[in-house]
């Protein structure tokens, strides 16, 4: 008998969790097992926030001082690399399932839920073998998971209500890489956030996240995202606390059924599913996937991608004109300040030397140029700068571009707070004196060849 009603109960209880919005179902089960919002103790030194995200102590605090910073308008660039650091390479996130704790079911929903991240992206998720970096399914205080590699084994804390396979593609995408899709630099124009429906001290889950912290990969704000928490998320009276700008989509947020076409499409750049696919530019939204076919949005939320036909660019013997980029790939919004390529021909471009030819290529492939430590130390890229210098070349407002990108350190263009490369000068000093009498010619020719 008490069977029966065992399994009607877990029944009940999973069939309940099915209909419900993520983030109410991650606050149930929170709230079912005891933990709290925001969660913090000097020994664990580890902070929740937005329900389920953990954070080190330290982290949280340097993420509070570049909110600040940003709201002052300071900006800072260091962050994105750390946060690149925090990819899983080589694509590959081992994992682990603590012993004797999920159901035959729960295993299931796990499994399902890897497999649906293994389908739709270059993801692979091999049983941890020995390796340091690897998640790790576990029961725990609520649902709750890093966000992007720790470096170490991290939990993905599955509480009972959360061991369902929506959810648990939620968690993973967290240990992927991705924060709440309502968190998102630019969210001010897709969702508003009610303060007088927040319950009192609760607000911090709805800070927008700096944009240095935030790579969007061009991917538009996206209503539909396993990410994307509910309409009465930390509400304190049942009233809405994000209201959706588009109005059609008020009743939409939050009931995900799995990873959307644009969550789908984010992992894909991200890790660069199609890095070694030929070229094409695909319709609309599309993207070019791991089987290099282009993929396209069905609109249905069930089964959110479809193969669909791209075009593509020409790539006989001679590299693609630096002066006709892709239109879709073009970065278009301010939030993308990563490090890392910003338009998917940068590979391609770089193998062709145009990262030492083309201004474009400095400022938006830092990634194959193998610039990002740009970021955080202001050097020298051109040789002859001293000289260049000395002749008074560095003002000189033809050469101002080039002289900014390639001898920043040498003619004091570093931003404040950058440091001077590990020399503390430029690389002409490393320079033979005979070099320096083609620098003017070479420059000249950069110029033009751009
Ligand atoms: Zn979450």
């Known amino acids: 008998m008490m069977k029966i009603l065992g399994c009607a109960l877990i029944f009940a209880l999973v069939f309940k969790t099915e209909s419900m919005s993520i983030d109410t179902a991650i606050k149930n089960a929170n709230e079912n097992s005891m933990a709290y919002d925001l969660v913090s103790s000097e020994s664990s030194r580890i902070v929740r926030k937005e329900y389920d995200i953990l954070m080190t102590l330290d982290e949280y605090i340097e993420e509070e ?7 002052m308008g300071k900006r800072k660039k260091r962050k994105a690399i750390r946060d690149t650091r925090r990819r899983w390479p080589s694509n590959t996130i081992p994992y682990e399932i603590a012993a004797s704790t999920f159901s035959s079911s729960a295993l299931n929903e796990i499994n399902a839920a890897l497999n649906e991240w293994r389908t739709q992206t270059c993801l692979t998720f091999p049983q941890r073998n020995g390796e340091a970096a690897a998640i790790r399914f576990q029961n725990g205080d609520g649902c709750s998971s890093f966000v992007g590699r720790t470096g170490s084994v991290q939990p993905i804390s599955l509480a009972n209500g959360c061991r369902v396979r929506r959810i648990i593609t939620h968690e993973i995408g967290h240990a992927v890489g991705y924060w709440h899709e309502q ?4 969210r001010g124009g897709f969702v508003q956030i009610i303060e007088d429906n927040i319950a009192p001290g609760l607000q911090f889950n709805f800070e927008e996240l700096p944009t240095s912290q935030v790579n969007t990969f061009d991917v538009p704000y996206d209503y539909l995202s396993v990410m994307h928490y509910g309409a009465r998320a930390f509400s304190v009276n049942n009233g809405i606390t994000v209201r959706t700008i588009d109005q059609s989509f008020q009743n939409r ?3 995900a059924p799995g ?4 969550d789908i499409k984010l992992a894909n750049l991200m890790y660069n599913c199609a890095g070694s696919c030929p070229a ?8 070019v996937g791991k089987d290099c076919r282009c993929k396209c949005p069905t609109g ?7 193969n669909c036909q791209g075009t593509p660019v020409a790539t006989t013997t001679s590299a693609p004109s630096m002066s006709t980029t892709p239109p879709t790939t073009t970065p278009t919004t301010p939030s993308v300040t990563e490090c890392g390529d910003m338009n998917r021909f940068c590979g391609f471009w770089a193998q062709f030397g145009f990262c030492s030819r083309s201004r474009y290529m400095m400022m938006n492939c830092k990634q194959s140029c193998n610039k990002c430590n740009a970021a955080r130390v202001c050097e020298d890229m051109g040789n002859s700068c001293s ?14 571009n ?6 920043a350190a040498t003619c004091g263009f570093c931003e404040a707070g950058q440091l001077l490369d590990a020399n503390g000068q430029s690389g002409a000093s490393k320079v033979g004196s005979a070099t320096l009498l083609f620098a003017l010619p070479l420059v000249m020719l950069i110029i033009i060849g751009m």
């Open 183 to 186: 968190s998102r630099p630019d």
């Open 280 to 287: 094409q530019n695909c319709p609309g939204e599309g993207f």
């Open 402 to 407: 080039y002289m900014e990108n390639s001898c």
């Open 387 to 400: 000289w260049l210098r000395d002749n008074g070349l560095c003002d000189n407002r033809f050469l101002r």
């Open 65 to 71: 001082k570049e909110r600040m910073e940003e709201k």
């Open 253 to 255: 947020i939050g009931n």
């Open 259 to 262: 990873l959307s076409f644009r």
């Open 300 to 306: 249905d939320p069930n089964n959110p991608v479809q």
